[in-house]
Each structure stands twice: as C-alpha cells, then as structure tokens.
C-alpha cells in the first residue's frame, strides 16, 4: 500500500499498569476538538469533510507511536482514500504488523498450519478488526465515528483501551466513497453503488480495498452506513443468509448484536412507544447477495461482516454517538473473546477443505425466529469446476484472475480427463464428457471453498424469499462461459496457474498478421483499445476474427493482449472488414439520471474502460437537430423513466431520418426501448406482466440468431440476467436476437415465479431503418459493468459492420404499419425507475388487513390476487434500493408486528 505518513515516536507511552479512569488520555495525541475544530459524537454540529479526514489522520499518525496510515486507493476523481491501522505500539512495528498478518493468513490454509500452530497463534497473535464507513457518500456518520474510534485507541490510557489494543489490530477506513462524500450522493463518480461490487471489483476504490483486505484479514468487519428515520440497526440479520456463510462466523455476529445492545445507550430497543433514537435487529438487512460490505468480508474472508445503519433524520452529534457506541462495543467484544475467535477461524478453514473433500454443500439455515426454510439446498455433491476452453476464453481467463484474486486456486489442465457424470450449467445433466486441454479446474477441495461455490454456483438457493437486491449472481452465468461441475473424485493432470494467459502465440511472417476471436468482452476491450492506439484492425464476419498487420505486434500490443486474456495467433495477410472507433452520443435527456444505474454504467464501460470518447446529447439537440446529434455515428439512450426521451414529433421524425442515414441507435431496457418505440423504428410492444410475476434479477436461457451482427461469436444458447425488465413481443419488422425458448429448453435460475410468460418473448432486438438501425435490449446489458456477455454484446452493436449492400425492403426511412401501431400503444407504467417496483405477497385472505397497513405508508399501491396470494406492488419511481427505500423497512416491521405472514418481500 502507499504510504500515506510516515509516523512519528510520541513522548509518552501509555504507563502500565492501566488507568481505571476512562477518560486518561495521552496529551500528546491531539483530540478531535485541537485540529477540527469541533468535538466528534456528543456536542458535534456538522460532519466532517474529506480534507478534515485527511488531516486527523495525519495529525494522530504523527503524534501516536500506535498509529500507521497508508492509502488503499484512489478514487475516480483522484482523491485518496487513506486508512490508519492501530493498536499497541509493538504490533504497529512494522516487522510485528508483517507477522501478525501472516500468522492470520496462515490460519486460512489448515494444509500448511498445524493445529497446534494454530492455537499458539490463537493464543498470542492479536486479531485483526475492520472498521469502514461512508461506502455511500451521502452516508457521513459512520467517517466522524470512525475518527472518534481512532482517537480513543490512539490517546487511551484506559484498561478497555489496552485491552482493544493488546488483543487487536485495528484497520480504520473513514470513508470508501470520498467523491460522492463531497457531493452527498450515494454512488461514486461514475455512478455505481461501490456496496453491489464488491466480488466483480469494477471500481478503482473496491478493488484496492479488497487488496488490503488481502494483507490484512478480518476476523470482524463493521460497515457503518445510514439509513431514513432516526433508528438504528446492527445485527442480528434479516433472512436470506447465503448456505456458503459459515456458522462460525454467524455466531460472533449474533454474540456482537448482543454486545451491541449493552453499549448502544440513547433509547434501547425500539418497540411499540419507543421509535427514535432506538435500535432494532432481525429487519432490511439481509446476508445473501456477494455484493455486499458484509456478506464478501465474511464469506471470502471468514470474518463477522456486519451491516450498521444509523438514521440519517437523527442529529449529527446523536449519529455520530451512536455509530461510535456500536464500534467501540464491536471491539470490546472482539477484545474480549479474541482467542476464540482465531480458534473458530482455524475451524472455519478446516472445515471448508473437509467439505470441498467431500463435495458438500452448506444447509440453508434462517436466523430471524419466526422464519422457516422455505427452499433447502438441494442434495447434490460437487467436487469440482471446469471452465472449458472451447469459447469465450479471454472472459474464462478473467473469471481466472478474479478467482485467483480472491486465493482460489485454479489450475489449467495438461491433458483431456474423463468425467463419468457431470451437469452443464443451465440445469443439464451429462455422462462421459472429456475435459479438453487447456480447461481451466476449479477444485473444491481448497480453503476457498465457500467463496467457490457463493460466486461459482449455478443457483445460489435462496432459503426464504426476501430480496434486498438480485437472486443470481453466477460469474459462469455472467460471463456466459462454458461450464460444467461434477461430484466425481477426480484430479486431472493440471498445473497451477499462476498467471494470466495471452500474448502471442507463435511468429507471423512481415506480409502476415496477428488474428483473435472477437467473443468476449475482454476481447472487445482489447479491440477498442488498439483501435484508440490507432491500430488498424480488420474484422471477418465468417470467422468473427479480428487481425492486425504483423508489424503492428510492438511490446505493448503484446503485453496488452496478455492482460485481456487474448491469444494472438499468427496467421496471413490481414483481410476482412475494417473496423473503425464509433462516435458515440450518450443521451442524457428527459428521464435520464446521470448521477446512477445506465447512463454511469455507460460512462464507466465504453467512456473509461474502452476509451471511447462520448458526446452528451440531449433531449433539445435532437428535437433541434444540434450537430451535437447528427454529428455522431451512434446514440445510445441508457434505461430511465420517460417512454418518449422528450422528443416531439419533430424530434422523432429526425431521429428516425438519422438512423436511415446509416447510424446506430442502441436503447436500454425501459427508456432505451421505448423511446424508440415512440418514434416508429421498433415494431416491438410490451408485454403486460402477470400479477404474480417476480424475476428478481435471475439468469435465463436465450436462444440467439447467430445470423445477425449483434449476436457474433456468442453460441446457439446463450445466458442473460433479468431484473424484472420489460417483456417484448417478438419483431415483425427486424431480427429478434434473442428470443427466450418455448420448448422445454427454457430454464431460470435464482427466484422467480411466473415466469413462462417470458417464453416466446424477445431480449434483443435488430430494427433496420433505411441503412441504419436500431439496437434494443429488453434488459440493461451494462448492469453493474459485470453481465459480460451483455457487455459483448453492445460492442458488437457499436461495431455493427457497414456491409455497403442496398437496403432491404424493410429498410424504409418512413413509418412501417406495425411500427407506427406499437407507438400508438398505450404505455405501460413504469413502476421501477430503474430498479424495480416493491412487491409484498401474502395471503389472498391477508388482502384486506395488509392493504389497510400498507395505505399507512403510501396510497399508491396496486393490488391483485393470483393463484391464492395477493400481491401489493408499491411504486418506486426514483429506483431506490431497499436499503435506501424511504419506509419500505417500516412497512415490513409493521407487517410483521400486526402477525401478516410475508410469503414473499421484494425490494
């Protein structure tokens, strides 16, 4: 890490033996009041600034020999984002500091620990505590809380101080999210919620915080965040728990809650007449998705990751206190029961090898008291992954290094091995299948074997029906690798891998050149890059190769390819296609938030990662016909809430003049489409959902027309993730890319009910418009920069090929009939704003007593009754998650408090 201040001997070591006084304290360390100003917690009027972070971190690095900084990463817009670790003053030396971490990450791996080494090292290493704040920048509290727990472990003379210092090292970050601290948005620059990215590591800030959570594994993890109202929430969770979270780790969180109760102070626990200043458990916040600042600290590392929120209504000085409370009671306990803690940690890698050995998966389990399993993980055994070669290798060689980045250790097998039963994501079962060379394995039989199966899984099986956030997030899935997993004991001849693979694959001649399948995303990253390098390129639509001139192979292509996962391979002279930078106009319009969901993904994706440069337009330069429009090659209009962009008929007829020019337009789910739909260049309509429909964020099969340019080098059956988006009738004036299946080869994952009315249906549509087109996914291809193979996808779509052949019939630059029938349609609310509406189900019966309850809250729910149950669909028109829902966890306690069984929540 970089250091970020070299720290300094104070005057004064704290005395021994410790003060009985809590309030001794080293002069020498400056309090919060001496350099901000202010006091932190009690008393305290406003929240602090990043550079006031910076700065009392500074001041106590240099005045406490306790104390070392150091900067984890940088965020989007270059600020850094500093840590402090701090303990006693011979564990902050820095040859201590190294073999505490060590001993830790010694304990991950029983193959090389004896248990007897484990428990002296549980007996005299300290453990190692985590604590962060303000992942969401309009989050503040837990920073200023952060620096008041930092001060009191630096200055204290106290025997709790000692004793938090003796048996911990502590790692505090005040904030994860500097740039949207400064704005007050939730989201960073680019507008992503960095507490959904965690396991992809999209963004620069997540991925150097799991690097120095690599150094330095937790054994308690603490996100403090905020929330509405004026409560308080720390553990024990809501249901869903992921199986893959080991009991260990579920028992400290429980025993913290209990820890926290004592320390919280202000109201206690909230109940019918106590309903401020109050904390509650078992509610919102649940353990499922591998997203999460609490479910990857503890399945990938072991530790008690919890979820801490403040209402953000309260006073500063009230939520300040009140995250202070919560961290100093975390650590005590963790103090307090450190041994055991470092022996359970030993136990949790043991026994994750003993299940990996004999291809086990964790039960369901539900931790709230009046929830049951409702869905078991199925009886199956699986011993090991195989990522096989045969396509999409440069994204298998990603998901490798994702692994691999997280200590899972993958290994590239060196000659074909036989397995006698294996299944085929996509829920096929198969015999006597042959694992070609070069396939990468995925072993169970490893410390990592619960982070294996949470983000390998073809089905993460719910156990109960609550949804903060998505219910599939398989990278295979994602990615739409090929994969297969067997419960068979084998071990092919393979070898470790131990880095990337890539570069050239042999020498070309002069005259020759240097080809690559373009059928991945990491491919197509590679292909804008050397297109911005100015690289010329050249693309064949037979072979879906790209090649470059042989003289244009220097050191960095090479390196460059090797880093993609790409495999050059020698080849003739260069013919094909010539492919060219595309000039992309991003619309940010009526409707369109730029602060968050597509049009950030987008800035994210093709602005920084593809280097493409991307020209706002907006909703008057179209309707004016700006230069800022007709200028571009192609329009891509990101998922937002209008279903005309704003345009007025002036507007939509030069769109539809611009797309016949020979220009690309691409849309994304519900703006993207139907804005097009409004202007006549889709004969697409959309289909009414079902009552009792939920697809919550799930991967389903897709058949895909190999024949269109949109769909080049993805299979015959590929995988895309639907998070209750649009259904589209099929076209009848384009290509329907992909069409989900009607015969028994469709297939879901994750939690969704009803969804055979998405049979039939199209994802991706190709609409032609004289020599142009228009490109139309029903879901949001960007979604968090990580459903690679609809990042695919969308480069084909900006790489369409100008093939120079006349029009088709359907080309005409008018109206077509049926299109101008779908644009008169009627609209369909739009109920998400982004994201997707709320939806409780309960009881049909339950129908009155929970309508009467949810009109509390809001008088726009819409209910329905299918099939027995009801269902109440609350509107969400800003998009908001559930943890940033305005009354959505009230709604839900009270519920529950008036005896309503949920059978289903989704947020």
């Known amino acids: 890490m970089t250091p970020l201040l070299s720290g300094t001997a104070a005057s004064a070591a704290r005395p021994s033996p410790c003060s009985n006084d809590p309030t001794a304290r080293l002069s020498t360390v400056p309090a919060p009041e001496a350099v901000l100003g202010f006091p932190l917690g009690v008393g305290q009027e406003r929240v602090v600034t990043n550079e006031e972070v910076r700065t009392y971190l500074g001041a106590v690095d240099g005045a406490s020999d306790r104390v070392v900084t150091g900067v984890m990463a940088t965020s989007v817009l270059g600020q850094p984002l500093p840590y402090a670790v701090v303990s006693n003053e011979r564990n902050v030396r820095p040859s201590a500091l190294r073999r505490i971490a060590d001993d830790v990450r010694d304990l ?28 969401h920048g309009g989050e503040k509290s837990g920073t200023d809380a952060a620096l008041k727990t930092l001060y009191e472990l630096a200055a204290g003379l106290s025997c709790a101080v000692a004793q938090r210092n003796d048996n911990l ?45 690599r150094r330095y594994p937790p054994q308690v993890f603490i996100d403090a965040h905020e ?34 109760k004592a320390g919280f102070g202000f109201n206690g626990a909230c109940d019918e007449t106590v309903t401020t200043e109050c904390y509650f458990n078992y509610d919102t916040y649940d353990m499922f998705f591998m997203g999460y600042g609490d479910t990857v600290p503890t399945t990938g590392f072991g530790a008690a990751g919890m979820t801490f929120e403040k209402g953000s209504a309260s006073a500063v000085a009230d939520r300040v206190q009140q995250q202070f409370n919560t961290q100093w009671a975390t650590l005590g306990w963790a103090a307090a029961n450190k041994h055991e803690v470092l022996s359970d940690y030993f136990d949790i890698w043991t026994d994750a090898l003993a299940q990996g050995r004999a291809g086990t998966l964790e039960p369901n389990e539900v931790v709230q008291p009046t ?27 990603q998901l490798v290094e994702r692994l691999r980045r997280m200590d899972v250790e993958v290994y590239e097998v060196q000659q074909p091995t036989r397995l006698p039963t294996a299944r085929v994501f996509g829920g096929r079962a198969a015999t006597n299948v042959t694992v070609p060379k070069g396939a990468y394995w995925i072993p169970m039989d490893q410390p990592q074997k619960h982070w294996i199966q949470a983000i390998m899984g073809e089905d993460p099986y719910v156990p109960f029906p609550y949804f903060y956030d998505v219910s599939s997030w398989s990278n295979p899935l994602l990615m739409g690798v090929s994969t297969i997993y067997t419960g068979d004991n084998v071990r092919p001849r393979a070898q470790l891998v131990r880095q990337i693979s890539g570069g050239r694959g042999g020498l070309a001649w002069p005259w020759g050149s240097y080809r690559y399948p373009l059928d991945s995303a990491a491919a197509a990253e590679f292909t804008f890059t050397l297109l911005g390098r100015g690289v010329p390129l050249v693309r064949d639509l037979n072979t879906n190769s790209v090649a470059l001139p042989a003289t244009r192979l220097s050191r960095t292509v090479d390196d460059l390819a090797e880093s993609f996962g790409v495999t050059l391979t020698p080849g003739g002279p260069a013919n094909g296609t010539r492919l060219a930078l595309p000039d992309v106009g991003l619309f940010q319009g009526t409707g369109i938030s730029t602060t968050s969901g597509s049009h950030g993904e987008a800035r994210y994706v093709l602005g920084k990662r593809w280097g493409l440069h991307l020209t706002p337009v907006t909703t008057a330069d179209i309707n004016d016909n700006t230069e800022a429009f007709t200028g571009r090659t192609v329009l891509l209009v990101p998922d937002g809430s209008n279903p005309t962009g704003g345009l007025t ?49 799930s991967h389903l099969r897709v058949d895909v027309d190999q024949d269109s340019p949109v769909a080049l080098g993805r299979p015959a059956e590929d995988f895309e993730f639907n998070n209750s988006d649009p259904i589209l009738n099929p076209s009848t004036t384009g290509t329907n890319v992909l069409r989900y299946p009607t015969s028994d080869t469709f297939w879901a994952n994750g939690y969704t009910v009803g969804e055979d009315a998405l049979k039939g249906t199209v994802a991706v549509v190709d609409e032609p418009t004289g020599t142009g087109r228009a490109v139309l996914f029903a879901f949001n291809p960007l979604f968090r920069a990580y459903n690679e193979n609809g990042l ?18 359907r080309r005409a630059a008018g109206v077509d009939p049926a299109r101008a029938a779908a644009a008169a349609a009627p609209v369909a609310a739009e109920l998400g704003g982004g994201w997707r509406p709320t939806t409780i ?4 019966a339950d129908l009155p007593r929970t309508r009467a309850i949810v009109e509390r809250f809001t008088p726009d729910a819409r209910a329905s009754v299918a099939g027995g149950s009801a269902y109440l669909v609350i509107p969400n028109p800003e998009g908001r998650q559930a943890d940033e829902h305005p009354f959505l966890g009230d709604l839900v306690r009270a519920l529950r408090d008036a005896s309503i069984p949920l059978r289903s929540v989704v947020g």
């Open 108 to 135: 991950r791996d029983p193959r090389r620990t004896s248990a007897r080494t484990a428990a002296r090292t549980a007996k005299d290493s300290p453990a190692i505590v985590w604590v962060t704040a303000n992942v």
């Open 169 to 213: 090292v502590t790692i505090i970050v005040p904030t994860q999210n500097p740039d949207g601290r400064d704005a007050t948005r939730r989201q960073n620059e680019f507008g992503f919620d960095m507490n959904r990215d965690w396991f992809a590591r999209t963004q620069q800030e997540t991925d150097g915080k799991l690097e120095l959570l």
């Open 227 to 260: 929330m509405g109202g004026r409560q308080y929430f720390f553990p024990p969770n809501a249901d869903p728990i992921h199986h893959e979270i080991a009991g260990e780790a579920v028992d400290w969180i429980n025993r913290i809650g209990e820890a926290n």
């Open 371 to 397: 929830n049951e399993v409702q869905f078991p993980v199925p009886d199956i055994t699986i011993r090991s992954y195989f990522l096989l070669p045969d396509r999409q290798l440069a994204d298998v060689r």
């Open 649 to 697: 008929a002036t507007g939509q007829a030069n769109l539809r003049d611009w797309v016949a020019q020979g220009h690309t337009y691409i849309g994304l789910r519900n703006e993207g489409t139907r804005m097009a739909r409004a202007a006549g260049l889709t004969s697409t309509t959309e289909k009414a959902k079902p009552a009792d429909y939920l697809v919550i964020g």
């Open 792 to 809: 695919h996808l969308v480069a084909n779509a900006l790489l369409y090929p100008d093939t120079g052949r006349a029009p088709d019939p």
């Open 841 to 844: 189900q309960v009881a049909a």
